[in-house]
């Protein structure tokens, strides 16, 4: 007895760990991912397709297709799928060739190329869950991503993504004709409170303009399925209670768009991914808030900005068969507030935010290339090449662009074919299919500098992010893009030469307010790193040399902020030179194509010049916490230079 006891006291505290350990399990936050735009109020675009996976039969290849066409138009930024992805019992292990026959080998489209977030179906509970959940599926496709239950947080959206399946009561039957894969579901009541508290957790954590909830199995429908009651009293409460806009599933075979008798909240079927179920079609207490139903192939359309909500629904021909509207009352309303304590319209510049995931935590590898779009000429293409396989090699994050990018006057408009010839056409390595970060030089500013900034351009190539003055933020980098022409007094003297100040004046008015939130940017940052990147040069031998005005009104803020590298273009040349006070070293790397040789001024700093090559060549910047390593390369590749840099004190922190 004695024994008994004494081990007792040992087994049941372990016992206890153990269902404490279990419920935390169950009761722990939704995973989150993030899915970063270029900046959140940019649109969010994404497609949306369910019950799918069938080999490419029942039409799926065809509703592939025409997502491929619909995905490009729209530039869209990620797929989400409804679930039933595998037909008819889901996969049956992560070596299931069924996983490349119905997905990958599916959906080929270059538009399609993106992050598909996938929730499980009924179907895919009849297989091997575990294998959709893996890891490795991801490595035989890098697209996939399908947990049970998680968020994708993309700017202005949050989508939260449920597990519907062990809702539904008639599942767990047992029939012998149904079998499906319980795994780390049971115990399912269990399983089901953890989930639906962890949902009101996440939305009421939410701030995003917008909160749309995905999950396979419907709420409201017409189609063959109807409403899942057991979704509706477990779940919809919830979803009400913290005003989502909308519930996006699949399950019912079939196209439509129901909402609410407020018309507060809208439910979205897409569940027309491969085989359809014709005149499936189930009127009732419905049929007040009935607004569209299509009973074959297709899929859906969602683009986002902070006020509206458009929804297209297409067929199988990618014909659009519905279009809705929504307005964000709550972005409406506080533009309505916002307005009552405007007085006057100002001059702003006010730093962009733009979020870049990186690779590593360790360490950040990119390229700084400016001053380069011949259309190939120049030996733009051969410096390219060169970016291309030193990109490679160092595996970079994203390419850095110090302006002039367009020769010899910028862009004429959007559709200016200079675009694609100048830059998505001569930059084609696998290696630089990465952000390119871009600030706008003089040239850029003779044609029309709005065509750059223009969301559009990224929809032409997905790779392009420009704006006049913004921070890019990289783990424990942040570089701030700082618009430099408008500081040059002579470009506003009246001359031969035109620039395009739409948006810059009074010009005044717009340096005052650059200089101050740059100023308020770098000391707000807890970056370990911060570099500063224009196109002008504040210390420079080459021909242009320094820049008077950068000197007087832009370098005193960096030094006060102990910015350790200045990136700049403008002289066409590479070249490093070191500050002649706090350690600041200012590096040229305009050498993208046409360079000028033999303009050289020595005398200027004889002293604290590192190295100067007055060729073409572009140069690499390697991080971790406390060391930066850079790299001047020519236009074959080969090194000129390089230097390393420690972090020292509080430098940048």
């Known amino acids: 007895m004695a ?31 993030e899915h970063y735009s270029k900046r959140n109020v940019d649109p969010i675009a994404f497609l949306v397709v369910g019950d799918w996976g069938r080999g ?105 993504f449920i597990d519907t399946t062990p809702f539904v009561g008639k599942y767990f039957n047992h029939s012998k004709n149904q079998k499906f894969d319980w795994k780390d579901v049971l115990p399912r009541d269990n399983y089901l409170s953890a989930l639906r508290k962890s949902l009101h957790l996440a939305l009421s954590k939410s701030r995003a303009p917008w909160k749309i909830v995905v999950g396979h199995h419907t709420i409201r429908s017409i189609g063959h399925h109807g409403d899942t009651q057991e979704i509706v009293d477990q779940l919809l409460p919830i979803l009400e209670a913290h005003k989502v806009d909308m519930y996006i599933n699949g399950h019912d075979h079939c196209l439509q768009h129901l909402s609410n008798k407020k018309g507060t909240m809208h439910f979205l079927t897409s569940g027309g991914g491969s085989k359809a179920w014709k005149n499936d079609i189930h009127y009732g ?84 290339v400016g001053d380069w779009g011949r259309k190939g000429a120049f030996n733009q293409s051969a410096v390219a090449r060169s970016m291309g396989e030193v990109g490679a090699k160092l595996r970079i994050d994203f390419v850095v662009s110090t302006g002039d990018n367009f020769y010899k006057d910028g862009l004429t408009g959007v559709r200016d074919p200079a675009f694609a010839q100048s830059f998505t056409k001569i930059y084609t390595a696998r290696s630089l299919q990465k952000p390119w970060y871009a600030t706008l030089g003089n040239h850029d500013y003779h044609g029309d500098s709005a065509a750059q900034l223009s969301p559009l351009l990224r929809k032409r190539d ?53 200089a101050k939130d740059l100023d308020t940017a770098l000391k707000t940052s807890k970056a370990a790193w911060k570099i500063v990147v224009g196109h002008h040069p504040i210390r420079s031998i080459g021909k242009q040399g320094d820049t008077e005005e950068l000197l007087e009104k832009l370098l005193p803020i960096l030094e006060a902020n102990k910015i350790p590298i200045y990136i700049n273009g403008h002289n066409h040349c590479l070249e490093h030179i070191n500050n002649t006070g706090i350690s600041i070293e200012f590096l040229t790397s305009g050498g993208g194509s046409r360079a000028w040789g033999n303009i050289i001024h020595y005398d200027r700093y004889k002293n604290n010049l590192k190295f100067y090559y007055d060729g073409q060549g572009f140069i690499s910047v390697r991080l971790t916490k406390r060391q930066a390593n850079v790299v001047f390369y020519d236009v074959s590749g080969q090194t000129l230079h390089s230097f390393e840099l420690k972090k020292f004190g509080n430098r940048g922190e």
């Open 3 to 33: 024994q008994f006891c004494s081990n007792s006291i040992v087994i049941w505290p372990l016992l206890l760990s153990c269902l404490c350990l279990n419920l935390a399990r169950n009761m722990a936050e939704f995973p989150r991912i």
């Open 56 to 160: 490419g039969n029942f039409n799926q290849s065809r509703v592939a297709s025409q997502m491929g066409d619909i995905g490009k138009k729209l530039g869209i930024n990620f797929v989400i799928s409804t679930g039933d992805n595998f037909y008819d019992d889901g996969l049956k292990g992560v070596n299931d060739p069924f996983f490349q026959r119905s997905f990958t080998g599916i959906y080929t489209a270059k538009s399609l190329q993106k992050p598909w977030y996938t929730v499980l179906g009924n179907h895919d509970y009849q297989g091997n869950t575990e294998a959709q959940l893996s890891p490795v599926l991801r490595k035989l496709d890098s697209r996939w991503r399908c947990k049970r239950n998680f968020i994708v947080g993309a700017g202005i959206v949050d989508i939260v």
């Open 285 to 368: 207490k419905n049929n007040d808030t009935v607004h569209f139903y299509y009973d074959g192939q297709g899929f859906m359309s969602v683009s986002l900005t902070h006020w509206r909500a458009n929804v297209l629904f297409y067929d199988v021909s990618g014909k659009p068969l519905y279009h809705m509207r929504i307005r964000n009352p709550t972005c409406i309303l506080l533009l309505l507030i916002a307005c009552l304590f405007v007085s006057k319209v100002t001059v702003t510049a006010r730093l962009v935010q733009i979020q870049q995931r990186i690779r590593l935590n360790r360490v950040i590898n990119f390229l700084a």
């Open 462 to 514: 997905r790779r392009w992010n420009c704006y006049r003055s913004y921070t890019v933020r990289a783990g424990f980098l942040q570089i701030f893009f700082v618009d430099t022409s408008p500081f040059k007094d002579k470009y506003f003297d009246k001359g031969p030469n035109k620039f395009n100040w739409t948006g810059v004046l009074p010009r005044d008015t717009y340096i005052s307010n650059l």
